[in-house]
């Protein structure tokens, strides 16, 4: 067969793949033409496509939807967009959804969206690996104002409340949010913000009936007002599991272990409780009921008591569209892991006991997504020059995305957790939630994302296997039982055996994406 005369661009052989909502996975050759899914069935003809990939029975997943990255948060948009994409090429991520806003971090500066965005754009434009596309944050009335813009020029369908900064900062150490968030004088960050928001959502539901489905409100659930007392306690030397004490003044025995002030991951935990998060999703799912913001998504759950609230107000508002997500971060650590205040995040690392909670909810089907809340937080941020051990110091956030499949596999294989619904975890839901009709699966007419996975390709985690600028890794020294070897973008190896292939081709995804 002439070259002109082929069928197919690609033809993946001999692989395993690893379909959402499937039983069993099954060996099949995938054709690619035109950067899409054309064909997947046993035997296709190797003189059918004009470049051949022999898959050596590797597993093939659909290509990683990260909905949860913070590009540029640290650093500038531009250079953070091409090393922390090229990370998430490395661990199989071919769609990255990042979280934006204006104020501090971030763009540094403030105004309207229909200002604002178009640098964001331009910043990213040339610099992703992947596909990629940002969810907005409504921090005053001008921004609730551009939701319907933000839908129909820019194709922005998914919008996020940081609830904690109603009356504190990011890294724990501010009161000053006027400031921190560049909000007008007149402006104020708080639950009536929050209702206000809602309302715009669901105006722009009813706007756009079509988007419906697509159109979402990510919700970071923390009460500041509890953060706010609680570190004044720990920071104070309290033991907040002696509450009653604390609150009135007594003092504990210094000879008691258990008394002892808290320090590292355990205070930061205890400064910001677990009821913090379960108070503040009740609040986010009465709202939502109030203002019939119908598509909620509650994020990076922690715990046990915010699993169990996220749970108990799907009952209470059945019409209500909860989605709830889980990191890998807090599926893989706990506050006594050896890597210490470098694994700092909010909402915080938790217990043993809320991790293997987690695991239970995830092996339950009670949570729909995995992510990486990936945020490239360099060690200097993480410790301060006065004091190293200070975990009130850090700046929170780490990355991860490079190592969220491998660690899904190693973490949850052995508990029973499905290649295929390892794939829908990580693929299909957020997709579908997010407008990404295009992606999340291995199926004739899908985007060609496509991951080639070895499952007893072994390797220690780590800042050297990282292609993140970050400079360290909270996965330090953990051993993966299965390794992404190679990544494809629309039928375009971007990523192979440890090396990046060619120069960043990823596209904006403007919303709807079919």
């Known amino acids: 067969m002439t070259e002109s005369a082929k069928k197919y661009d690609l033809l993946i052989k001999n692989v395993r793949v690893v379909r959402p909502r499937k039983t069993g996975i099954e060996k099949m050759d995938i054709a690619v033409q035109g950067g899409k899914v054309k064909k997947v069935a046993k035997g296709i003809a190797a003189d059918s496509a004009r470049e051949i990939v022999d898959g050596k029975n590797k597993l093939a997943f659909p290509g990683l939807v990260d909905p949860h990255m913070h590009c540029g948060i640290y650093g500038p948009l531009d250079e953070d967009a091409r090393s922390e994409s090229l990370a998430a090429a490395q661990g199989g991520v071919t769609s990255s959804l990042n979280y934006m806003r204006t104020g ?7 105004g309207p969206y229909a200002e604002v965005y178009p640098e964001v754009l331009k910043m990213s434009q040339d610099n992703f690996w992947v596909d990629y596309a940002y969810h907005l944050a409504p921090l005053d009335r001008t921004h609730i104002g551009e939701i319907d813009m933000l839908i129909d020029k820019f194709g922005v369908t998914s919008f996020k409340i940081f609830m904690f900064y109603g009356g504190y900062g990011l890294h724990g150490a501010s009161n000053t949010q006027r400031e921190f968030l560049m909000i007008g004088e007149n402006e104020k960050y708080d639950i009536a913000h929050f209702e206000f928001v809602m309302r715009g959502i669901h105006r722009a539901m009813l706007r756009h009936p079509k988007l419906k489905d697509s159109i979402s409100l990510s919700l970071h659930c923390e009460l500041a007002e509890i953060l706010a007392a609680y570190t ?5 030397g309290a033991k907040v599991t002696d509450l009653d004490t604390y609150l009135t003044g007594e003092t504990h025995d210094p000879e008691c272990i258990d008394c002892r002030p808290l320090t590292g991951l355990r205070a930061y935990s205890a400064a910001r409780p677990p009821h913090s998060e379960g108070l503040a999703i009740a609040i986010a799912s009465y709202l ?17 008591k915010a699993v169990e609230s996220a749970l108990k107000m799907a009952k209470i508002f059945p019409h209500v569209n909860f989605r709830r997500e889980v990191t890998i971060g807090h599926l893989c650590l706990d506050y006594d892991s050896k890597i210490g205040n470098l694994a700092k995040v909010n909402p915080p690392i938790r217990s043993r006991k809320d991790v293997e909670f987690l695991w239970d909810s995830l092996l339950d089907g009670k949570l729909d997504w995995v992510c990486s809340d990936h945020a490239c937080c360099r060690a200097e941020m993480k410790l301060g020059k006065k004091d190293k051990k200070n975990i009130f110091l850090a700046k929170s956030g780490f990355g991860g995305t490079e190592f969220m499949l491998p660690a899904l596999i190693t973490e949850g294989k052995p508990r029973g957790l499905s290649y295929n619904k390892m794939a829908e975890l990580t693929s299909w839901t957020a997709a579908r939630r997010f407008g990404l009709h295009g992606k999340g699966d291995i199926a004739p007419g899908f985007d060609a994302d496509i991951v080639l996975v070895d499952p007893n390709k072994s390797f220690v985690a780590g800042d050297k296997a990282s292609e993140s600028d970050q400079g360290y890794s909270v996965f330090e020294g953990m051993e993966m039982s299965a390794s992404v070897t190679s990544t494809f973008l629309r039928g375009r190896l971007i990523y192979d055996n440890g090396k990046a292939i060619g120069k960043p081709q990823g596209r904006y995804l403007h919303r709807p994406y079919v």
């Open 104 to 110: 501090g971090y971030y763009m540094e500066r403030g």
């Open 232 to 236: 004044k306690m720990v920071e104070g």
């Open 288 to 304: 939502a009921n109030e203002t019939n913001c119908a598509n909620i998504n509650l994020l990076h759950l922690t715990s046990q």
